[in-house]
């Protein structure tokens, strides 16, 4: 029994130490999106309006964020 938990622990653990240099503070830069609206409720509209909404985009990395594609949901 001890030696099972010996070895759940090394399981456990191991990946621990491994993934540490990913929390530290010498990262390289990345992007970090940021939206303050994630989707927006038209409500009820009549066929054939236009109607228009504008989602406001940040970015709170220290690298360029770059966007590649936007398509309606």
């Known amino acids: ?3 099972f938990l010996t070895a759940g622990c090394l399981m456990l653990f191991i990946p621990a130490m491994f993934s540490w240099p990913a929390f530290s503070e010498d990262t390289p ?3 970090q ?3 303050q609206d994630r989707e927006f409720d038209f ?3 009549k066929e054939g309006s236009r109607i228009t909404h504008e989602f406001i ?3 709170k990395g220290s690298a360029t ?3 590649n594609n936007v398509s309606p949901g």
Do not use: E, S, W
Request: cysteine-free; glycine content about 6%; hydrophobic content about 50%.
């Open 1 to 3: 029994m001890k030696k």
């Open 29 to 31: 830069d990345t992007p």
């Open 33 to 35: 999106l940021a939206l």
């Open 43 to 45: 409500g009820k509209i």
């Open 57 to 59: 985009i940040q970015n």
């Open 65 to 67: 964020l770059a966007i």
